[in-house]
């Protein structure tokens, strides 16, 4: 029997191999923005392009260190990757779904401002932004590309999907939603020195409970298009107090909601 000795050894051996390999992504996939030689700025279509390159192949790579981890860990069963990875057909309408709904009852307040400022009313907007052309245009634009689609796909694949599988077995899944920020922030620091992008803090990381990718991509990219709450705008704002109901009310149904709709039963189920 193996002393309590040599399996403390063990388990400390098998988590330095699952931080390390997390580190690892951490470290490519920040390294890989800078690879490109230049003083373009970051907006510049250039740099976008070379950026998407850059994490496209840090993304194609990754699958390969959790692969390299699953074998180095021995994993019995051994899962599907990609089903450890978080894509999976198994519970997609309600993985996409419901999370995206629970960020935006987060945001109840901010909405509620954008409907209130809109000139030509709420639906007016939605309207526009849901015909043909103006999705044309925008897939166009690299800058909305990137923040919409590139960079909530690449970060959340690298930094959730592959990841949290790895701190999982050595930290638990509770310790787990708490410490892969910390990976995540080693992404976004290089956008503090730039200084040209808004600080931003959500709760993907209890999303990705459910098992699915889709959600946090989703909801990285709703948060993106929102923006973080500009409270001080709110407190000169002439209808102040209808919108502070609505932040407060916003909060208020997250929490409520919150449990409810991240229970992995929901997820379980073929639709």
């Not at 021995?74 to 419901?98: D, N, Q």
Request: hydrophobic share 50%; net charge positive.
């Amino acid at each position: 029997m193996l002393s309590i000795k040599t399996l403390s050894d063990t388990f400390v051996g098998e988590c330095w191999i699952s931080v390390s390999c997390c580190l690892l992504l951490a470290c490519l996939y920040v390294g890989s923005l800078y690879v490109w030689k230049g003083s373009l700025p970051r907006d510049h279509p250039n740099t976008i392009k070379r950026r998407f390159t850059s994490v496209l192949c840090v993304s194609a790579v990754a699958p390969l260190v959790v692969l390299a981890w699953t074998h180095s860990m021995k994993l019995r069963p051994s899962p599907p990757l990609w089903a450890l990875l978080g894509i999976r057909l198994e519970g997609f309408v309600p993985a996409a779904v419901l999370p995206l709904t629970l960020t935006m009852v987060l945001f109840l307040g901010p909405l509620t401002q954008l409907a209130v400022e809109s000139p030509r009313g709420l639906f007016h907007d939605v309207k526009a932004g849901l015909n043909c052309q103006s999705w044309s245009k925008r897939v166009k634009d690299l800058k909305w590309l990137r923040n919409h689609v590139v960079a909530p796909l690449t970060e959340e694949f690298v930094f959730r999907a592959c990841i949290i599988p790895m701190l999982v077995p050595c930290t638990g899944p509770t310790s787990a939603i708490f410490i892969s920020p910390l990976f995540f922030g080693v992404a976004h620091f290089h956008h503090i020195i730039e200084q040209l992008r808004f600080g931003q803090d959500t709760v993907f990381d209890i999303l990705i409970c459910a098992g699915h990718l889709v959600g946090p991509v989703l909801c990285h990219s709703f948060c993106n298009r929102m923006g973080f709450p500009a409270i001080g705008s709110v407190l000169e704002h002439p209808q102040k107090s209808l919108i502070l109901l609505f932040y407060q009310l916003g909060v208020l149904l997250f929490f409520i909601l919150l449990f409810p709709f991240t229970d992995p039963t929901f997820y379980v189920q073929s639709w």
